[in-house]
């Protein structure tokens, strides 16, 4: 039989440690450990082509997703020219009103929005146009005429921020009708990308005469008020694109000087990736992090050409223990991430007002909720949660909502409906309520911050779902029967079947991530089973070492970081899951 240096060339390198290298395949052996270990590639994640735009063009803006793409405005003869992505082709939609350039854009291909920019024959412009998946109308301008700004958002709950002439810090929210005042960028600057929403916005890269050299590497985080500081690039760059959420974003593109490079930011720090194959600049994006989209732009000259960011879950993926928390509960909530977690309600009493909070390493209790609850959903951050629904000690549905702000917790407005056993996701300001019981329920609400209001209903009446993503970017799991195979995704305004999932998620299964990469636990019937969805498919992965049966989880966006904690049966075991890439793995050597 061959050796292995006969086959590869060289002799496995010995080493005390890990690999210093992430090359597929790569094999040593770690004398510390005393075994061997080997580099495995996860999955792929990089640019491909896509269908070129009808008309090639630069200074253009986008919104929606990866297969549902809007592109609007842009240089002649592209200025009032609108066009519809399906995932493979771009056809025509709509004009805009207005002929315009260096204008921004938010929300979706059915319900988009086009504000600033410079119109013909060379002024700035205060237009604001909204589109119904067919037809432009007028809505409420700017207070401050502006080009070259940043964009992020909703049709109904916009940002606007940064831009010229000339350079300003000015930062704008929308309604739906009519822009208010927000807080004001720290630094000014214009041809600056955007990503996140009205409550959770990102602004990042663009250019400043205040700094030297003037193409940035800032990054601002908004939180529905403020702007503060984030993690700054690794190339700053100007007339850039981007996509996704504050805590999910992808940067491309741009002026550092002409690139293509393509970063990812995870709510603390860029990281460099695959680059894309068209170097430009003055382009439009749309999508997120895992599924994004890439169209226009100068590379010189305008280009039409058009490309699809694939970042795909790893199959390697396993889950490690965690910090215990300090009691067991069941049928509690959960919001956060895995550095940053909170767990809030459930049961026995007296738990259910209960909340804790994760640091990564341990669980830390803090203020009490006013009402004791199990049952309940949960959204948003460790500093800015929310609970809703859920079940009182008296086993009464609750339709009232609780706001935590990072130390107590204080009353919002009531749902519409009462109920319990409801999923939910989004933020404070943005929330989503999913089905529930009794009966099994197929209403939505969505939450402002202020007051609930009815969403589209889902297809399947769900009790005991979960739910992951945004408001505007849903995917809803599971249920009693007979949903339990049923997936559905939401828009912002409707539910749609999807792929059904490959076994049933049980009723209580917990989740956490987002649209295009959700991930799925336990629950009744499969306790310890995991699935990952990326947007189109389902993946069983690795298995929690611990059933989890009403269990609450919080996790990154996407879900490649995340955490479960407590659940029924007497549980206070919090595990961790985490996916590799380029990852290592162990050979058995008996």
Do not use: H
């Not at 060289?10 to 005390?16: D, G």
């Not at 008020?225 to 940067?251: E, F, V």
């Amino acid at each position: 039989m061959a050796t292995y240096k006969e086959v590869i060339g060289t002799s496995i390198t010995n080493i005390a440690g890990d690999s210093p290298t992430t090359v597929d395949g790569d094999i040593w052996y770690n004398s510390s450990a005393t075994n061997f270990k080997f580099n495995l590639t996860t999955s792929f994640t990089g640019w491909s082509t896509g269908g070129n735009l009808t008309t090639a063009r630069s200074y253009l803006a986008g919104c929606g997703t990866q297969t549902a793409g809007l592109a609007f405005g842009g240089t002649s003869p592209g200025g009032q020219a609108t066009e519809e992505y399906g995932g493979t082709s771009w056809t025509n939609g709509g004009n805009l009103t207005t002929s315009n350039q260096r204008l921004a854009g938010a929300g979706t291909q059915t319900a988009g929005l086009a504000f600033g920019g410079r119109g013909d024959p060379g002024s700035v412009i205060a237009v604001t146009e909204e589109y119904n998946g067919s037809s432009w109308t007028n809505g409420g301008s700017l207070t401050t005429a502006r080009q070259s700004l940043g964009g992020a958002g909703t049709q109904t709950a916009a940002l606007a921020f940064g831009g010229n002439f000339p350079v300003v810090n000015v930062t704008e929210e929308y309604n739906g009708s009519s822009w208010t005042a927000g807080g004001a960028l720290t630094t000014a600057r214009r041809q600056l990308g955007g990503a996140g929403t009205q409550t959770a916005g990102l602004a990042f890269g663009g250019q400043s005469p205040a700094l030297s050299p003037s193409s940035s590497n800032l990054t601002e985080e908004y939180n529905g008020s403020s702007w503060t500081n984030g993690g700054t690039m690794n190339t700053g760059r100007q007339q850039l694109a981007g996509c996704g959420l504050q805590t999910a974003a992808l940067a491309f593109g741009g002026i550092s000087p002409f690139g293509a490079e393509t970063e990812q930011y995870d709510g603390s720090s860029w990281t460099t990736t695959s680059s894309m194959n068209t170097a430009r600049e003055r382009l439009a994006g749309a999508g997120t992090i895992t599924a994004g989209l890439a169209f226009g732009g100068e590379d010189p000259p305008n280009t039409a050409a058009t490309e699809e960011f694939t970042q795909g879950a790893s199959p390697f993926a396993a889950w490690s223990t965690g910090g215990n928390m300090s009691q067991s509960v069941g049928e509690l909530a959960g919001a956060g991430t895995q550095t940053a977690g909170l767990a809030f309600g459930g049961q026995p009493t007296p738990n259910g007002v209960s909340s804790d909070e994760y640091n990564g390493t341990s669980w830390t209790a803090v203020g009490t909720m006013g009402s004791g609850r199990y049952r309940l959903a949960g959204a948003g951050t460790q500093t800015a949660g929310l609970a809703f629904g859920g079940m009182d000690s008296g086993g009464n549905s609750l339709a009232s909502t609780e706001e935590y702000n990072g130390s107590s917790w204080t009353n919002g407005g009531n749902m519409g409906t009462a109920r319990n056993k409801l999923g939910g996701c989004g933020t404070q300001t943005a929330a989503l309520a999913i089905g529930g019981s009794p009966p099994a329920m197929t209403n939505t609400e969505e939450y402002n911050g202020t007051s609930w209001t009815a969403g589209g209903a889902l297809n399947n009446a769900r009790s005991s779902c979960t739910g992951a993503g945004i408001q505007t970017a849903a995917v809803a799991v599971g249920g009693d029967s007979p949903a339990k195979s049923k997936t559905e995704e939401y828009n912002g305004s409707s539910w749609t079947n999807v792929t059904d999932t490959p076994q049933e998620v049980s009723s209580s299964a917990s989740s956490s991530g987002i649209q295009t990469a959700a991930l799925i636990i336990g629950g009744a019937e499969f306790p310890k089973a995991c699935l990952l969805y990326d947007g189109t498919n389902w993946t069983v992965t690795a298995s929690t070492s611990s059933g989890r049966n009403f269990a609450a989880a919080g996790g990154a966006s996407p879900s490649s970081k995340s955490v479960v904690f407590s659940g029924q049966g007497s549980l206070n075991l919090t595990e961790e899951f985490n996916q590799f890439g380029p990852s290592t793995a162990t050979i058995e050597t008996t």
